[in-house]
């Protein structure tokens, strides 16, 4: 059985600031982790945490898509067993503000995907204050 997670998020800022924040690897180092992210297709790359008792601290990926016209970026997340593929989609809502939709997908159990649904929550406070600035 595969699970997915949907969340949405709205932010004040422009679309343009906001598709930085997804693609850039100094902005994705200030709101998820420190990370070597190009938005290339077919990139691979890290994002890269202190590890712990429970995990290395590595989250690998491959970017799978890139498109700035329509707002659209996905690439693979694995950490351990566990294989999923996080797709961003950005929409204008109008009055200098955007959402930003997270479907992430491939969860094998409901325990995971409660857990990403709690860290991205936690990295959504985070991307809102460096929206912000």
Known sequence: MSLKLELDFQYNTSVEKAWAALTTSEMLAKWVLPNDFKPEVGHRFQFR?????????????EVLAVDEANRLLSYSWAVGSEKHTVTWTIQELGEGKVNLHLEQTGFSS???LEGARHGWTNWHN?????LAQ
């Open 126 to 130: 985070e991307l809102a204050k460096l």
């Open 110 to 112: 409901v325990p995971a």
């Open 49 to 61: 945490a202190e590890p712990n008792q429970y995990w290395d601290g590595v989250i690998d990926g």
